[in-house]
């Protein structure tokens, strides 16, 4: 079985290092991208299962990575999209309120914490799943 895919796209500084080692180290299969155009590449070679995004990634910022994935259906695979920022501008905020985004979350975290977060977003996620399922077989569709 292989490894859950996380994509990292935030600045090549030592706080998102640390997030890609500690995922790593829990097993998960995560690669670190620094802009947005490295970003919509890695969306699609890497195929990842969630994608943990900075609202602010220089070339493209997080609603252009998010409107090109969005108009491209190959690059959409029901991933789930975390926004991870230090704080924005208000105005970026509102733009990617457009996309379907599952958690925002203030920086700093450490990287135990993020992973934490994670993991309970994925359980919620499954739960989702699980509850749409049993609903629409149980109504027969």
Do not use: H
């Not at 996380?6 to 500084?13: D, P, S, W, Y």
């Not at 706080?15 to 969306?43: H, I, K, M, P």
């Not at 998010?66 to 501008?89: F, K, Q, S």
């Not at 977060?117 to 996620?125: N, Q, S």
């Amino acid at each position: 079985m292989s490894a859950l895919r996380i994509l990292l796209a935030g600045a090549n500084n030592y706080r998102w290092r640390s997030y890609q080692e500690r995922l790593r180290g829990e097993g998960l299969d995560s690669r670190l991208v620094t802009n947005g155009v490295e970003c919509v590449a890695a969306l699609r070679d890497f195929r990842p299962a969630v994608l943990v995004l900075d609202p602010n990634i220089p070339w493209g910022g997080g609603d252009g990575v998010l409107a090109v994935r969005d108009d491209e259906p190959e690059l959409n695979n029901n991933n789930v999209v975390m926004i991870l920022t230090a704080g924005c501008e208000p105005s970026l905020l509102y733009r990617m309120s457009d996309y379907a985004i599952d958690d925002l979350v203030w920086q700093p975290i450490s990287a135990i914490a993020l992973q934490r977060r994670l993991e309970r977003l994925l359980e919620l996620r499954q739960e989702s799943v699980a509850e749409w399922a049993v609903t629409n077989v149980s109504e027969g569709c």
